[in-house]
């Protein structure tokens, strides 16, 4: 299996524009997890889908962020507009478990530049 | 609140055990400890997990003291590549998968 895969790797944007990150999950997941790593906050948990549908999204910063999962192999994290205080390192995870054994696939992380 | 305590960063010789603790003093009945280490530039990668009981896997073995307030995270022959951060969760099983990952350990493996 590839993993779960994460594109772009690198994004570099100005302030203002609109960012779509997207992640495709491991196949036969259920879960799918948003995570943001910043220096000051480290990681922290956006958001995450239950087959396909979103359960928590107490994590989302602000009504500029929103995360769809049309299908079970595809997500997308959109920021709109992008602002300056958005840089980080934005990681996709994926679990095959419902409930016990939180045991996360991680991607590789977008790297998010805004200007 | 922070559900679990790390010292910030830690060395090891390489070839040598590295042993990370973890204190979770607060810890409920219904709660697992996790560990996931995150190299740099990578996404973090799960080790290994228990309950209560000691627990071997592959890549570490994690030993968790009766009264389950601490434990302790052992890479039994530390290699450079083990090298990073690395973290102690608690998290109920009944949580959704929701992990909470703070500061970690940063382990520097030297030559």
């Known amino acids: 299996d590839a993993g779960v895969i994460q594109s772009p790797r690198h994004e570099v944007t100005e302030m203002g524009q609109e960012v779509t990150l997207r992640c495709k999950p491991i196949s036969g997941h259920d879960y799918l997890f948003w995570y943001r790593q910043t220096m000051m906050r480290g990681l922290e948990l956006l958001i995450y889908?239950?087959?396909?549908?979103?359960?928590?999204d107490s994590g989302m910063p602000e009504d500029r962020f929103s995360a769809k999962m049309p299908n079970a192999s595809f997500s997308t994290l959109k920021i709109q507009p992008s602002e300056p205080r958005d840089s980080a390192v934005y990681f996709c995870a994926s679990s095959p478990y419902t409930g016990l054994s939180e045991k996360l696939f991680f991607g590789s992380g977008t790297q998010l530049s805004v200007l | 609140d922070a559900k679990t305590t790390q010292p910030p960063s830690m060395d090891c010789a390489e070839g040598r055990a590295a042993n990370l603790p973890c204190n979770h003093s607060?810890?409920?009945?219904?709660?697992?400890v996790y560990w996931y280490r995150q190299i740099h530039s990578q996404g973090p990668q799960y080790i290994i997990h228990g309950l209560k009981n000691n627990e071997t896997n592959e890549m570490a073995s994690l030993i968790i003291t009766e009264d389950r307030k601490s434990s302790t995270l052992i890479l039994p022959h530390a290699t450079l590549r083990d090298t990073a951060v690395y973290y102690c969760?608690?998290?109920?099983?009944?949580?959704?998968?929701?992990?909470?990952f703070g500061g970690g350990t940063r382990l520097m493996v030297k030559p």
């Open positions: 969760i608690v998290s109920a099983e009944d949580a959704g998968n929701m992990l909470t």
């Open positions: 607060t810890i409920s009945g219904n709660e697992y």
């Open positions: 889908f239950n087959n396909n549908v979103p359960i928590d």
